[in-house]
Every structure is written in structure tokens, then in C-alpha cells.
């Protein structure tokens, strides 16, 4: 032929009405085993269908837009729901599927990752844990009631005795009960200068039994400049005071004694480490 180009026409003739296309399904989701299930359960269902009922079926190749448009249109938005709703037919319920294991290992645990909870660091632990590590003298600071019984002053007697001989220099005040057993425990341990006592206000203030027992104390910080002040006030700024010079608390209260409550609250506030021990 002359021409440069070939040209070649087909003609078109139309299917019968009856006649039945073939629908590849892709095996991306499922095993051999399921499709030729399917098939045979598809080719069952043409075999019983009249053949109006099988002229009225829609087959169509779906290719990129369509596909999502047929998704969304069928409220499907999962790949492998699609799928599944293409071999069984959309007018069946689809169930939840269990993903299999290797589905497991492509896919993951899931998308959405759950961030760990972390709790916020407990100040108090983390400050015990390094005076643990640090095993070192530290100043500590010994407040309690005025009314605790004679076998409890024994008591503290001893755990301020073993904290001088280990080292560790005691503030503490003058009043009666916890602070005199204090006083006495650390003057017996010989080691004056391990011990000093702040007074809220001055000397010619304090009891006299307490002043004579202040009299064998070698470091005594009075403080006449209060002594305007009621005795609940200037024992607060005492307190105060002994907080700002001590790494360490040790307080016996009852629950009700709400000068030494809120100091031990202040020393907490301060970064300090509390030992409360309650007496009721």
C-alpha cells in the first residue's frame, strides 16, 4: 500500500444477553484456598440466576479514581475491607477479621502509638537517695512537742547521741520535751561544737530549767530583737531559721500541733528532706 500508516477497522458486534464476563480478583489479601472458594461459589450462583437477573449485574474494570469514588460511595475506606466486600458481594456483612501473623509483621502493632505514662520525680525520694549515696556529715535540724513522755525522750536522747558521733552537727532550740532531749543526747556525745541551739527569742525568755541546761551548751544563738513578738511568732521565724541552715528535718508532733505541721511544710516547700514522726 502507499499509504505511510496502516490503518485497520474493527467491527463491533453486541454480546448476547446473556453473556457472562469474567472479574479477576486480586490475590493480594487472600490465600488460594479463599479464592477458589469464592469462584466456586460464584460460578454456583450464575449457574441458578435467570438470565434477565444476569443481564441486569454490572461488571466494570475499576481503575484509580474509580475505585476510591466506589469506596467512598460504599462507606469502605480500608484496602482490605474493599477487597473483602468485592469476593463476598456488598449486600453480605463483612465481620472483623483477625490479622493474620504475617499481616502482624507487615502492619505492625498499629498506627496510633500510645505515648508511655511518666510519672513526675518524687522531690523527697530523689533528695533521700543522694544523701544515701552522699553517706556523708550533714547539718540536720530536730523540732518537736513540748509534751512528750519520758520514754519517748529517751529515745530521741539516743538518735541525737548517734548522729554527733557520726559527725553530723544538730540545730535545734531551746524549749522543753523534744528540744532539751535533743540537747541532752548531743551533750553527751562530747562534741560541742556538733551542736547548735537558735532561740526564738532571748536567753532571760526561755524557762529556767531550760536556761541552766543552755548554760553546758557551747553554741547558743539568742535573738532579743523578738522578744516584742508573742511566743507562736517568733517560734515560727526561730524555725525558719534552723530550716535555712539544714539539709535535714526531724520533727515528733501530733497531728494537731499546727506550729510544727507547718513547719515541716515549709521545710518541704525549702527542697528539704522530712522525717516526721507522729506521737498519737
Excluded at 477479621?97 to 499481616?103: E, N
Excluded at 547548735?196 to 541546761?213: A, D, H, R
Aim: proline share 5%; aromatic share 6%.
Amino acid at each position: 500500500m502507499g499509504s505511510s500508516s496502516l490503518g485497520l477497522r474493527l467491527s463491533v458486534s453486541p454480546l448476547p444477553q446473556n453473556f457472562s464476563k469474567t472479574v479477576h480478583l486480586s490475590l493480594n489479601h487472600y490465600s488460594p484456598a479463599q479464592f477458589l472458594s469464592s469462584c466456586s461459589a460464584s460460578s454456583a450462583l450464575r449457574s441458578r440466576d435467570s438470565p434477565r437477573a444476569s443481564s441486569n449485574r454490572t461488571h466494570a474494570w475499576l481503575h484509580g479514581d474509580d475505585k476510591r469514588a466506589l469506596r467512598s460511595n460504599s462507606g469502605v475506606t480500608n484496602e482490605d475491607e474493599y477487597a473483602t466486600t468485592q469476593m463476598f458481594g456488598s449486600g453480605e456483612e463483612v465481620s472483623a477479621q483477625i490479622p493474620t501473623q504475617a499481616q502482624s509483621v507487615v502492619d505492625g502493632p498499629g498506627a496510633v502509638l500510645v505515648a508511655e505514662y511518666k510519672p513526675v520525680p518524687d522531690v523527697d525520694y530523689l533528695q533521700e537517695l543522694l544523701a544515701i549515696q552522699q553517706q556523708g556529715p550533714r547539718n540536720i535540724g530536730f523540732f518537736g512537742t513540748r509534751n512528750m513522755g519520758f520514754m519517748h525522750q529517751e529515745l530521741v536522747e539516743i538518735l541525737s547521741y548517734a548522729l554527733v558521733i557520726t559527725k553530723n552537727h544538730i540545730f535545734t532550740s531551746g524549749a522543753s520535751g523534744t528540744n532539751a532531749a535533743v540537747i541532752r543526747g548531743a551533750l553527751r556525745a562530747e562534741k560541742p561544737e556538733l551542736l547548735t541551739v537558735i532561740l526564738p527569742q532571748s536567753l532571760s525568755k526561755q524557762p529556767p530549767e531550760s536556761q541552766e541546761l543552755l548554760s553546758k551548751v557551747k553554741n547558743v544563738i539568742e535573738k532579743p530583737y523578738n522578744d516584742h513578738l508573742t511566743l507562736i511568732e517568733a517560734g515560727r521565724l526561730c524555725n525558719l531559721d534552723i530550716i535555712s541552715q539544714v539539709q535535714q528535718v526531724i520533727c515528733f508532733a501530733f497531728h494537731d500541733s499546727r506550729l510544727l505541721m507547718e513547719t515541716c511544710q515549709e521545710a518541704k516547700d525549702m527542697r528539704k528532706i522530712v522525717s516526721l514522726f507522729y506521737l498519737d
